[in-house]
């Protein structure tokens, strides 16, 4: 998104890392644990002091729980001190819980923010049980990375890649692919991924004489396609989410989608019509969609060719960097509506977007 804002000359766009490394010998405090946590804030904070004062607009990325108190509570706070319009752009599937758990601390820092911008339907939903407004501007797909493939014939190469945490439920998906495994042996499952799960899942794997069956690891952003391109189903298992790029990157990829209910994912796909939609949990669910689809690949195209074309409309960056402007221009347009305010350095456009955190 940086990248893309860049690009419009009415837009003046810096960043302002959570995690910025201390300079020369000091680097060396942020491999103490507790320690590396306050030296790093109190350098993030520092740069967001000095920075503010270029920027007309604060634009916060924000997760949930301690982090949210961490990078986005300072950035919303020092925006509004400074008498900046800030926007905070909520990312977070866990959102509902974090509300009833941090309800207290969280909500009144949300309620400063001049425009609350969430990257779904599901979220909008989630914010508005605590009266609290929020508006959608979608993930961006990035189609120079993600290319089209129609898998004709369709193969039963399965393909796996959200990180080994609990609420990802990498083993829903091993269960599904063992039921697949007994009826297409020649089945492989490619997961990619990592996290404090690495072990159980891959002893869950031997537990289930999974054939194969590879880990990848960990895998840098630029080898993703790659590895879309190389498989042919996308098997999806949280039991938390929110809008998950990684369908959406399986949309661009041409691979047809088996996915679970969790939470925002049934706004970005439609069952039977973008994708195959199971109950969270449920690995024969999952395992009976996947071979639904190699034994209807007609089915398995048609999936494919809307969700292409959805992601097209929706999620280009054109698309989503113009409703980011339209956020920016109202906020702006506030500004000089407002009496008594000072007028904005660049008129009407908005002239400074000050990202802090990461997507």
Known sequence: MYRCLRQVPTVAVGFVPINPRLPGPLRLLQRIRYVRTVVTSLRYIWRLLRSLAEYDIVHVF???????????????????????????????????????RWGRTAIPV???????????????????RVSLHARVVANIVDFDQFHF?????????????????????????????????????????IVAGDGTQRRALVGLAAELRLR?????????????????????VYLNAPDIDNMPGSILEAFASGL????????????????????????RGDHGGMAAAALRLLEDPSLADRLTRRALDECRRNYTAEAVIGDWLSVYDGLMADVVARPGEPPPRVRPQPSGASEVGGA
């Open 62 to 100: 924000s997760a949930s729980y301690f982090s949210f108190v961490l990078a986005p509570t300072p950035a919303v706070l020092l925006g509004k001190w400074y008498g900046k319009r800030v926007i905070l752009n909520y990312r977070s599937g866990e959102a509902e819980d974090h509300l009833r």
């Open 110 to 128: 949300m309620r400063l923010a001049d425009a609350l911008v969430v990257p779904s339907g599901y979220l909008v939903d989630v914010f508005a």
């Open 149 to 189: 493939r129609a898998r004709r014939p369709l193969r039963p190469v399965f393909f796996s890649n959200r990180n080994f945490e609990a609420h990802y439920n990498v083993a829903c998906v091993l269960r599904a692919f063992a039921q697949i495994q007994r009826l297409q042996p020649d089945a492989r499952l």
């Open 212 to 232: 194969n069956t590879e880990f990848v690891g960990r895998v840098a952003p630029d080898r993703m396609p790659g590895l879309y391109d190389a498989a042919d």
């Open 256 to 279: 047809p989608v088996v996915t679970t209910d969790a939470g925002g994912i049934p706004y970005i796909v439609r069952h039977t019509e973008t994708g195959l939609i199971v109950p």
